[in-house]
């Protein structure tokens, strides 16, 4: 079983898919992926319970002539920063009977890092995932899905090992690099043109600052390893929307107001910029009556409102800020894509346990949804072999008790990387 986590951008989305800065952290909330190797059978299935996607493929149909053609494959070692468009035509019609596009936006990443990583003497298997992030809400849900299948693959082609106690630091850097690059081009399968940020961060855990000035070159990462504990609330709108389509209104509005734009993607860069600054002072506190705290805050807000400039907020995401603003307990900006999904608010310090309280039952009263979770957590994980509590328990996990595990909270009970059940998953960095 592999683990990678959803993030939050704290600053900077959209701005980072024109080569500005953003400052994004690893969320607790997780995917988990079940490999389960069918010896003696050719076929392949994805189960992912969470959308009810459950599709089988022969292996020996799928388009290997496409795929081995001369120059076509790639190997683990190569450079990858490009999708090849006709082998992701060759595939459609392998997807096209899954019915409905979220369903199929799963199946395409896999499908494609299948036959690149895999060959056509891959064994069978059913590969089961279950999330505990929400879905399409600007919490990295597709690349950590991405982070998930491009490891577990690698693992079962022998091209990575798991991480074991003496690994040599820059052979586990390398192996990140490794799932972290096949990751991208799962991303790239469903989003066209992505900055990379989320793969990054899902994969590597903690928190990043990333920047990609140019597209043919790999991204610069600055690993923030003392990330603060910010007080961070999130709540979710609960409105569907795509990241591709979000991408797209800003990408219009620069072909339109070329220089506003602009300017406006400048600024947001200039925000990223002085966060980094503030969080990476050595003075740096977010305890109560640091000024500090207060210039991140002013930050967030002006950087949403640069967001709502951009065209990518949503009227349940104003409401949402309106709500928080009144309350005075923090400032609010959207995360991810936009367009509805999730926000963040920083919260003051010393808020009122009651004023906390009002400001919740107001979000649920309206429909909004809150979620507990801590930032700056691990990158991909894998728990191998998949067993509970080894040497307690032993107890194997099937498909059916992971596919059975009732709700987001069974699931963290029984693998969770933090779980109640003990399991002890191994990660590439601490
Ligand atoms: N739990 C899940 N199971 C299967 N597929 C998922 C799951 N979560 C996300 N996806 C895939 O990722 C897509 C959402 O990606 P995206 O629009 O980038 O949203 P996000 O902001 O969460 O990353 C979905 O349409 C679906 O194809
Ligand atoms: C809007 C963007 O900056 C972040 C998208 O995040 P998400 O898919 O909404 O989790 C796009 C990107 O970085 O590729």
Excluded at 177 to 196: D, L, Q, T
Excluded at 423 to 429: H, P, T, V
Aim: net charge neutral; with cysteine.
């Amino acid at each position: 079983m592999v683990s990678a986590p959803g993030k939050v951008i704290v600053y900077g989305e959209h701005a980072v898919v024109y080569g500005k800065g953003a400052i994004a952290a690893a969320l607790s909330l997780r995917s988990y992926l079940l490999v389960t190797p069918l010896r003696d059978s050719r076929k392949i299935t994805l189960c992912f319970a969470d959308i009810g996607l459950d599709h089988s493929w022969d292996i020996d149909s799928l388009p290997w002539p496409a795929f081995t053609a001369p120059g076509k494959k790639k190997y683990f070692f190569d450079t990858l920063e490009r999708l090849d468009h006709q082998l992701l035509t060759a595939l459609k019609p392998f997807v096209a009977p899954i019915d409905g596009k979220v369903l199929q936006n799963a199946a395409t990443p896999f499908l494609y890092l299948f036959m690149m990583i895999g060959n056509r003497h891959t064994t069978g298997a059913i590969y089961t995932l279950r999330s505990t992030i929400p879905i399409g809400a600007g919490l990295g849900s597709s690349a950590s899905i991405a982070v998930c299948l491009s490891a577990a693959l690698q693992i079962q082609m022998g091209t990575l090992t798991r991480p074991f106690k003496g690994m040599l630091p820059h052979e586990k850097e390398l192996q990140l690099k490794r799932v972290n690059n096949w990751a991208f081009v799962g991303e790239m399968c469903i989003h066209g043109n992505p900055s990379g940020v989320d793969n990054t961060v899902s994969t590597g855990g903690k928190a990043v600052l990333f920047r990609r000035n140019d597209y043919e070159q790999p991204p610069d990462v600055t690993h923030l390893v003392s990330f603060p504990e910010l007080p961070l609330l999130l709540v979710n709108t609960k409105q569907p929307r795509r990241t591709a389509d979000e991408v797209a209104k800003v990408r219009n509005l620069l072909v339109n107001h070329e220089e506003i734009t602009n300017l406006m993607l400048d600024t947001i860069d200039r925000i990223t910029t002085e966060a980094h600054e503030i969080i990476s002072h050595p003075d740096f506190s977010p305890a109560a009556g640091s000024p500090s705290l207060t210039r991140l805050g002013e930050l967030i807000r002006i950087n949403h409102g640069l967001l709502v400039s951009l065209g990518v907020s949503h009227p349940k995401l104003e409401r949402i800020r309106e709500l928080i603003d009144y309350s005075g307990i923090g400032w609010t900006k959207l995360t991810g894509a936009g367009g509805g999904g999730c926000s963040i608010t920083l919260l003051k310090p010393n808020v009122k346990e009651d004023a906390l309280k009002e400001l919740e039952d107001r979000l649920d009263a309206e429909g909004f949804e809150k979620y507990e979770t801590t930032l700056g957590g691990p990158g991909v994980g894998v728990l191998w072999p998949a067993v509970l509590n080894p040497g307690v328990e032993n107890t194997i996990i099937t498909q059916e008790m992971f596919l059975t595990a009732k709700d987001v909270e069974a699931v963290e009970t029984l693998v969770g990387v933090n779980g109640k059940r003990g399991a002890q998953w191994k990660f590439w960095r601490n």
